[in-house]
Every structure is written in C-alpha cells, then in structure tokens.
C-alpha cells in the first residue's frame, strides 16, 4: 500500500506537466475572440454542480483508491494528441482528468450523488464544441432546418420554395445561414441533458431516450426558429418591426430554447435513478506510471506528425492587374508561413487600390480555412455576419471594424472540380464526401461606402482573371 501513495504525488505532478499544454490551449479558446467559445460557463456550470455534491456527507464506503491512476491513461492519449499536432485530443483528455478528480472526491458516493462519467462528458463541451459542429455538419444542419421550415410554410404561405438552403416566401429570400443552422442550441440542450445525467445517472436506455429526445426537441425547435424568423421577415410591415434585429432576433430564439428544452427537463424528471457506477476497472498503479512515463517520453523523443495537413498543393497567385490597379502584394506574415509550412497549403494577399484580395489553397479545408469571425477577430477587428450576398460570385460576408475603419468582406470557396459554394460549412461538407478535392478560398475585401454594383464588378473582375467560371 505504500507504494501506490508514494507514487501518487508522481503522477499528479507529472499528468499537471503534460495537461499544461491542453489547458493553455483550452483556456485560449475562452478568453480569444477567434474562437467565439463559451466554454468557461459550461465549466462554471459544471464546477457548481461538483461543489453541490462535495458538500454533502459520503454515505458509502466503496474503494476508490485507485482513482488515480485513470491519470496515466490520459497521460498517454495526451501525448498521442500532442505528436498528431491534434490540440482538441489532449484537450479531450482532460475529461478523464476530470473523471479522476471527481471519483477521488467520491462524489459518486455522497448524499447528493453526482456521476463521475457524465460529469467527465460535461466537461467535453467547455471545448469549441459549437465551431467543430458548425464545421463538420454545419451545412447538414441548415439543410435539415431548411427543409422542416420549408414544411411549415407551405402549409401557412402559397408559392413558398426551396432551394438549397434558401427559402422565397411571397417573393421574398429568406436564407437559411449559418447562425440559424441550430448548433448553439442543440448544444446547449446537450449541456442540460449531460449536468441533468450527471444528477440523475439514468439507466442506459433512459439515457438513451434522453438523447433522442435532445435531438428531436432542438431540430424541431429551431425549425420553429427558422419558421418564426420567415414569417416575421414576410410580415414585417404588418408587425410592424423587423424581427432580424434586437431584441426581437434573440428573444425568438429564446423562446424556442425554452421550448426545447421542457422536454428534457420533463425526461429528468421522469427517469429513474441508479446506484450503479461505471464498471471499467482502473489501470493498476504500475501500469498507470508506465503510461505517465510512456507520454513523457512520446514528447521528449517523438517530433509532431500532423496527421491533417494538405498534401503538395501550387500556391496560389493572386491577379496582377483588377479594376484597373496594379496588384500590390501583401506577404504572409513569420505565423503564417510557419504555420504552411508545418501544415501544407499555400497562400497569398494582394491590395488593388482601396480593395483586397485573399487567396487560400489547401487539400485540408479543416485545417487551413477560416473565416473573417476567426482571423479578423483574433486581429482585434469587430466583425459582424451579414449572410450571403453576391449573384455571379455568392459568399459569405461580414463586416468588419476597428479604429473607425469599416470593410464589408466576402468569402467564396471553389474546388479544383468545378464546385462553387457560398460557406466554408458547405465546403468542408462536401470535401468530407471526397476528400481528394483542392479547395481554394477567395475572399476579397471592399473599401466602406462600396455599394454591391461596386462589388460584383471587383468580384467578377477577379474571377475572370483567376479562370474562375461564374456559378452556374
């Protein structure tokens, strides 16, 4: 017994050196505007609901003195993230930390019973849960809250169509972007449901019911979103304001958050509790310091291979001539090319006059893709989404703003296959379905008081002198 408890100041030490990096990085995401996370309220949530059951008496006596050593697996996997140049794999990892933490305060065991496992689960979502969701299957979910409002509106509204993700009712578009996708609320019911199981602990099919019923109660309540906000849009002299700006915009999406989410509470109400725990059995301490030492020795011998980066792609050239100004090129700045250099892609920036041109070349658009709410956010620039504007070259497009200078800036994303898309979500879409396409994107940015002739000039300017045909 003496060796276990000499031993775990080890590898307390030793998993707070190898998570240092994890939760810097964590930590960045809440605290940079690139990311746009909310994820320290997740973890405040979480920490209350930990607090709530450390304070109440323990009320049986099960072994858990080998709690510690669920560190050493994360140890490990952490370090396996940190080669791959995977930030989000050693940040993961911190969920067993917390699973560790959480059986060695045995809240498991006290009057107010948490469960360390759902609790560990929590913790996954103070991560930029939302932006990986909105990049991965941000597009499907327009798609699905497109079709359902499309649904709902036929009923109500004569000659309502569809195409795509974008809705004409009565003659009028309404799009169906990115914010209205339903990944902010289908997350933040997720969070309710995993704290209410933490509280809970449901039997597996009850847990089971409680994510179908998430799932269902946040598609159908931004379908009511998305069915609201058109209408409103349709009626707006009618009503008599515009439901696109605030307060009205948020307070509709209030509404059908709490729609959503009196049926999760309803399904935690109902549920029944179980006294059983987690049955995985704990590494042994023996195995447990040979994987701290195995990540230990992963960082000190084994150089990072990322595992996403672009295969050799020719870096893109921007125009030498646009709107009758010389191209002025913009070099990348030392982070950029480390960061191609490590990672693959090219890119390139030039200024015409008073416009800009962007160009980003890569096989990996998860990777290399931003959009202006990540990189000019980082820069300090205030940035607000307008949607998708443009008729021969659509994009995604904001405003941007600092120090008294405005830009509007527009994103298009083209593939070395013919495909044009306004987002990045529906690139990554569909360079999910074949990954073997180059994706390039073409981002151009507007002096203020451009009006969109102005623009669709420029950007049909530089799509013809990129060889870029218009979308079809």
Not at 231 to 245: K, Q
Not at 347 to 359: C, D, E, H, K, N
Not at 422 to 427: D, N
Request: glycine content about 8%.
């Amino acid at each position: 017994m003496r060796r276990p408890q000499f031993l775990i100041p080890l590898v307390l030490a030793a998993s707070a050196i190898l998570a240092f990096e994890p939760v810097t990085w964590l930590w960045r995401t809440w605290t940079d505007p690139a990311w746009a996370s909310d994820g320290e309220f997740v973890f405040l949530a979480l920490a209350a609901v930990a607090l709530w059951s450390y304070r109440s008496p323990v009320d049986t006596n099960h072994n858990t003195s080998l709690a510690w050593t669920w560190l050493g697996v994360s140890a490990v996997v952490r370090a396996v993230g940190n080669v791959l140049a995977v930030n989000v794999i050693g940040a993961l990892m911190l969920c067993v930390d917390i699973f560790a933490v959480a059986r060695m305060l045995r809240l498991g065991e006290r009057k107010r019973r948490v469960s360390p496992a759902w609790l560990a689960l929590a913790f996954a979502f103070s991560l930029p849960v939302e932006r990986i969701l909105q990049r991965l299957v941000g597009h499907a979910l327009q798609w699905v809250s497109a079709q359902g409002a499309f649904a709902m509106l036929r009923v109500f509204e004569e000659g309502t169509t569809l195409h795509g993700v974008e809705l004409t009712v009565r003659g009028v578009r309404v799009l169906v972007d990115l914010p209205c996708s339903g990944a902010r609320g289908l997350m933040i019911l997720t969070v309710a449901y995993v704290l209410l199981s933490a509280v809970r602990r449901p039997r597996m099919w009850d847990a089971i019911v409680g994510a179908g019923v998430v799932l269902a109660a946040g598609l159908a309540a931004n379908t009511l979103r998305v069915f609201l906000l058109a209408e409103g849009i349709v009626h707006r002299d009618v009503l008599g304001l515009d439901v696109m700006s605030q307060p009205w915009h948020d307070l509709v999406g209030l509404f059908c958050l709490g729609a959503a989410l009196a049926p999760v509470v309803l399904w935690s109400a109902r549920c029944a509790s179980t006294p059983t725990r987690l049955a995985l059995p704990a590494p042994t301490p023996r195995v447990a310091v040979g994987m701290v030492v195995l990540g230990f020795a992963t960082l000190a011998f084994a150089p990072a291979r990322p595992i996403d980066v672009s295969k050799p792609v020719a870096a893109p050239q921007v125009p030498s001539f646009v709107a009758g100004f010389l191209a002025k090129p913009q070099g990348l700045t030392p982070l950029e090319q480390s960061y191609f250099t490590a990672y693959g892609g090219g890119a390139s920036r030039a200024t015409y006059g008073p416009f800009g041109v962007l160009l980003v070349r890569t096989s990996s658009p998860v990777r290399h893709l931003h959009s202006p709410e990540e990189c000019m956010a980082g820069a300090g620039w205030d940035v607000q989404r307008i949607g998708v504007t443009g008729a021969a070259h659509p994009g995604a497009t904001w405003r941007i703003a600092r120090d008294g200078q405005t830009h509007v800036v527009r994103a298009t994303y083209v593939s070395n296959h013919g495909q044009h898309v306004a987002t990045l979500e529906h690139a990554i879409w569909m360079w999910l379905a074949d990954p073997t396409h180059v994706w390039t994107a073409v981002e151009r940015t507007y002096p203020p008081g451009a009006d969109e002739a102005t623009r669709e000039a420029f950007d049909h300017e530089v799509f013809h002198r990129l060889n870029i045909k218009e979308n079809p």
